[in-house]
């Protein structure tokens, strides 16, 4: 009778040693998951900052050769560069010592690329037909340093406008 009465009321349950083990098995594996969590986010953060730099001077490779095809006239400076639109719009890149801002009527879009020298020189083709404004800029991305050149082409009337002007 005490054999059924024991089995009425009892329940089946792990021991306080049992439950102990269980939780130490569970710290550990979380302080292992947790090491290797802090690893992969330091990698992904390396990698996003590079894919960064990478993404920067894409975008300005693909705006300032869209601005240089698609506006009228380029006028430069210093360190500033100007397009002059066929609808009247401007578009200028500011130069500083470790950001190149691209300011539209719309937006200003900032590049975080350090800009060594600029050199701005008018060329003319092998066949001395055509006449080129050339830009060539010279930036330090990701600890590398790399030369960009562009060629605006410089119509005959602009040519004409500026003996005149003389």
Not at 76 to 96: L, T
């Amino acid at each position: 009778m005490s054999r059924i009465h024991n089995k009425y009321y009892s329940v089946d349950a792990f021991s306080i040693i049992e439950a102990i083990v269980g939780m130490a098995v569970t710290a550990i594996i979380m302080g292992i998951l947790f090491v290797i969590f802090s690893i992969v986010s330091g990698r992904m953060l390396d990698f996003k900052n590079q894919n960064q730099l990478v993404n920067d001077l894409n975008r300005l490779t693909y705006s300032l050769n869209k601005d240089i095809f698609e506006k009228e006239k380029m006028t430069a400076s210093e360190n500033e560069i100007y397009f002059n639109g066929y609808a009247g719009e401007r578009v200028s890149y500011q130069f500083f010592d470790d950001v190149i801002l691209r300011n539209s009527e719309t937006f200003v879009d900032t590049f975080q690329i350090k800009l060594k020298t600029m050199v701005l020189d008018t060329v003319k083709s092998k066949s001395e037909q055509f006449v080129y404004q050339k830009i060539k800029l010279n930036i330090e991305s990701n600890e590398k340093e790399l030369d960009l050149r562009f060629y605006k082409r410089v119509y005959p009337n602009e040519l004409l406008q500026k003996i005149k002007n003389q």
